[in-house]
């Protein structure tokens, strides 16, 4: 199957300090006008996402909390994915001073240099929450959530194949969203890490970097593009399992 589906950070991506200019919603647009997905994927929490980016109801999906919230902005629902933070998790990083400290429905989010203290926070109290990092920013999830897992959700429900979407970003958090789409694409002002594992490395910074993205999938050649073997979630992996099993041979004398 040709790619006909963009997952796109917002955040350094398709917005440039916070902000989508009209030619890359033009962009975006006549992706969906050619009967193309949108999917945003992010790490922002929904409310300050509806705040900034009024446009958000042009993408099919949204996944927010870098993974963790699943979103349909045309029937305006939402299904966070993992529980929410313990109270106790909160009220610990309060108590030692990390600020500012934004608490999602999952995610709970401050900012460099406080990585020490959530860590040493998530030790003392024996939680299964991972860091993960974004140009600065400091974000706490449920171990294994990141930006391919939420994605997964997203696609299954709109049944489409991973290796049928174009993903792309700028930071940290981006890798597992590279990884899992069929083709990787970084914009120019990305970081080196993430470049250096790129399919395909845009000449164009933030939103029109994204827009020569959308002109490759329109015109076809962003399916000549080579691509790296693609990393099978966990999930993944167990339907694959699952499928063999209800296929597989039974055996005469079982």
Known sequence: ??????????????????????ETLDALQR??????TLILVTGRELPQLKDVFPELPMFHAVVAE?????YWPQTDTERPLCDPPEESFVRALKERGVTPLSVGRVIVATYEPHETTVLNVIRDLGLERQVIFNKGAVMVLPSGVNKASGLTHALEELD?????????GD?????ALLQYCGVGAAVANALPSLKDHADLVLSERHG????????????????????????QTKREQARVHALADEHADVHPNA
């Open 160 to 168: 489409i194949n991973p290796a049928d979407v174009a993903g792309i």
């Open 171 to 175: 930071a940290e958090n981006d890798h």
């Open 66 to 70: 870098n993974g963790a919230l699943l």
């Open 1 to 22: 199957m040709p790619i006909r589906t963009l997952a796109t950070d917002y955040d350094g991506t398709i917005a440039t300090h916070g902000t989508v200019d009209p």
């Open 208 to 231: 029109a970097g994204v827009s020569q993205l959308i002109e490759r999938i329109l015109d076809g050649t962003i399916d000549s593009t080579p691509r790296r073997p693609r990393v």
């Open 31 to 36: 992706l969906r006008d050619a009967g193309g």
